[in-house]
């Protein structure tokens, strides 16, 4: 089991920053690749960014391109998704999870934690 807390959330004003943490206990956070997914009030999970076990590869979101930047401390068990420039349409709960493998689709993750609220006023 790999247990995730992830922290950070809050409210911004739009054209603002966030950073996002992400804590990862269990079993060894170096053998997982890790993803950032979000949900929008009534709509469905979506991908944002995911990395790779060891940092070397990584992956976003159009939506999210050259805004958004994922990153791993395997040291520290954590994952960070540091976020700019942020839109009105970037608030939604977000979401860490763990994957055995480096993927973009939601139900290839296994472990997810409980969510963090973003929301960004115009």
């Known amino acids: 089991q790999v247990q995730l807390v992830e922290s950070g959330g809050g409210l911004v004003q739009a054209g603002g920053s966030l950073r996002l943490s992400c804590a990862a206990s269990?079993?060894?956070?170096?053998?997982?690749?890790m993803g950032w997914f979000r949900q929008a009030p009534g709509k469905g999970r979506e991908f944002v960014s995911a990395?790779?076990?060891?940092?070397?590869?990584?992956y976003y979101a159009d939506s999210v391109k050259g805004r958004f930047t994922i990153s791993r401390d395997n040291a520290k068990n954590t994952v960070y998704l540091q976020m700019n420039s942020l839109k009105p349409e970037d608030t939604a709960v977000y979401y860490c999870a763990a994957s055995r493998w480096t993927t973009i689709k939601t139900d290839e993750y296994n472990y997810w934690g409980q969510g963090t609220q973003v929301t960004v006023s115009s």
């Open positions: 990395i790779n076990w060891s940092g070397g590869r990584t």
């Open positions: 269990g079993r060894t956070f170096s053998n997982y690749a």
